[in-house]
Each structure stands twice: as C-alpha cells, then as structure tokens.
C-alpha cells in the first residue's frame, strides 16, 4: 500500500495535566444516548447515507448493554465508534476533555511508505525511537489496524493509518480494541543489525522530567517542503529548477470572512486576492516554467477562493501544460484541500502527485454539533453536501503516487519536489 503517516505525534502536548471526571453512571450515559439517537437523525441529513438505520440501531443497543462495564473514556470512545459508522470524518465525538482525564503513553507512530515507525517519544523509550514497527503485542500491523478501525470514519482504506494509530497512546482504549488486556504495549521492533528486540511502552510518572524529555525525528537537512510553514499560502522561487514551488496550506481568507460579515477575522486573516494578484504577475511574466502546488500542509476549510484560482490559471497556456503544473498531496491533505487538487486534476492540464488523501474527494462539511447532557460530550455532525455526486469517490486519482520512506524523512528529502525538478 502507498501512502504513509509520517506526522510526528508530540504526545507530551496532552502530558501537561491531566482533569479528573466524576464516573457517570450508565443511567446517565443511557440518558445522554437517547438523546443522541433522537437528534442526529433529525438534524444531520446524511447520517444515513453510508449505514443503514438497522445497523445503527443494533450498534446503539449493543453499546446499551455495555455500558456498566465502561468507564467514563470508554464510553466516549465507543459513542465514537458508533458514529464512525457513518464513515464520514465530519461526524465525531470530540473526545478531548475525556483524553486529558487520561494517563497516555508517550508515544507515537508514523506510517511511512514502506513501514511504521516510531516518530516521537520520550527519553524513557529512547530505545523505541525511530524503530521500524513490526508488532504490536504479538499482531502484525495490520492486525492492529484492523482492531483500531472501529473508532475511525473509515473513508478510505488510509483512513485507518491516518488516524488509528492515535489510539495507541490510551490504554484503555487499546485494551477495549483487545491489543492489550494491562496498560504496556509490548512492541517488536527492528534493531540495526536487521535482527528484533522487544521495546515495552507504557504510562509514566508525568513529573519525572528526565524521563519525559521528548524525543523526536531529527532531519539531517531539510529540503524547502519540510521547513516550518509561515503563512497560508505563500511562494519560493526555485531559480536552479526553474519551478516556482508554491505552499497552499489552509482554505481560508480575508475576503472568505468578510463574504459572511466576520470582520474580527478578516483582520486575522492573509488576503488571497492579494496572494492571487501576485502569483499570477509573477507567472505573466515568468513564463514557460514548472509550478507546484503543494497541498501537503493544507487540511481544509472553504474551496471557494481556490476554485477560482483555477478559472484564472485554465484560462493561461503558458501555465496550463501538461509537465509543467503540478499538484501535490498527501495521506493528511484534507477537506476541501482534496476537492481543489480534484479540481485541477478536472479542469487543468496539471499532474497530480504524491500520496492519496484519507479522505473523500465527494464530502460533507458545514460542521454542527450538539452536546450530550450529562457527559457534557460534544458531537460533530456535518449539514451539506461539498461536492456533486453522492457518497462520491472513496479515492482521488493520483497520476503519479510518490511515496515518502522513513529514510527521506530522516534525511529531510522531499522525492515529489525532486520529482517536479526531474522534469524538462
């Protein structure tokens, strides 16, 4: 399978505190579930377009009948899976406050194209670092992958990898998945001489900072793409490649506030219109080069702005030939960002490069919520459709799928700029 997770998890993040929550009781829980399978049929309209209302009602009873042995985590995360069901990322219970009431493992994993690693722990687990994952507890990966699935909106089949993985870092949600029935994961990993060993993960005392150091991924030189972003769209000249590497990372703008009279924050907010005027003066007068459009950072918001970027550059020869326009994403490429690389893969000569998205090109968004009464849980759902078709293709089409390994990482490579420089 192509496609890798390679965003490093800083679990020390969640580590700074942690809230204690009073148990429910499963009279309360039953409670705030009878109002969550009143209300989402009633106010979310695609609820049911990927499940059927008998599959969520068997679910839903199933998760009556467990409820006085789950605590409070528990729970919450089974309401989530109940909602995953859906298999839509838009339909969610946050689970944030029930998490930070939790005592994690500082760990993550990242999934790259030819493995899984650990990308970011502490110095407790510094044996773990940057090991190639082979098992979790006995299972191969894709065992656990499988055990992890239900709590995610499975879009597609990378979903899972991009997502999943997050669970590890509860105990009580990994021993409720059946990886585990304590509070270790027991992980076989690669060590240098190709050989295995044992490394074993678990909670720690949050107060020890020697061995809460965080550990992570260290990049030996990095090329452009992994330098920290500085704004939502921005523009590099690449003289030696003649390639004008372009960063789109958020679907957001000025004029899109404005549009809906939130003028606090269009002041916060880059103009596009700015960003547009500038982009295409310097392709007026810069012509015959290669572009890319780099959508690698950008995990959505309105597509509107960019839609119309596209209009302006379909309408330019010189800019619109096929080798010379590029656009490029990845497994974490999300939202309307995957509806605009769509876009110009539809509308343009571009290429489409990179690793495929987890998520939907045809998708649901306009974000409502509600929230559960006496666990005080807030669920997302979604209340209009983003794009034509319904249910809509699990997968954008990618010409050319161009995987990152853990190596390049490592080293700060970035093979689809390297990819675009190749071209002539």
Known sequence: MSGMKYKLIFLWVFLSATL?????TPQQWQADLAVLKRILPEQAPFFFDRMSKKEF???????LAKLPSLNNFQTALSVQALLAKAKDANTYADLTKFMMAENPIPFGLGYYADAVYVSGTVKRFENAMAKKVLKINGLDIKEVVNRLSPYVAVENEYSVYKDGFNYLRFPRAFQLAGISQNDTLVLTVENAQKGTETVKVHP????????MMPLQTQQEKRDIRW??????YTNHWLADDSTLYVQYNRCVSAEMALAVGDSVLASQLPSFRIFTDSLLAFLGRTPNIKILFDLRFNMGGNPSDGFQLIEKLKAMPEVNKKGKLFVATNLYTGGAAIQL???FGKETKALLIGEVPAGRVNQYGTSKSFTLPNSKLPIYFPSKLMQDGKG???LLKLD???PLSYEDYRTGKD???DFVRKQR
Do not use: M, R
């Not at 720690?204 to 061995?211: A, T, V």
């Open 227 to 232: 330098q920290p972003p500085q704004s939502y």
């Open 204 to 211: 720690i005392n949050l107060k020890n900072g020697k061995d």
């Open 392 to 394: 809509g293709p699990d």
């Open 57 to 63: 009602e068997q679910a839903y009873d199933q998760l």
């Open 400 to 402: 050319e799928k161009i």
């Open 341 to 343: 690389a769509a876009q």
């Open 20 to 24: 204690a929550h009073a148990q429910l």
């Open 415 to 417: 093979p689809v700029l």
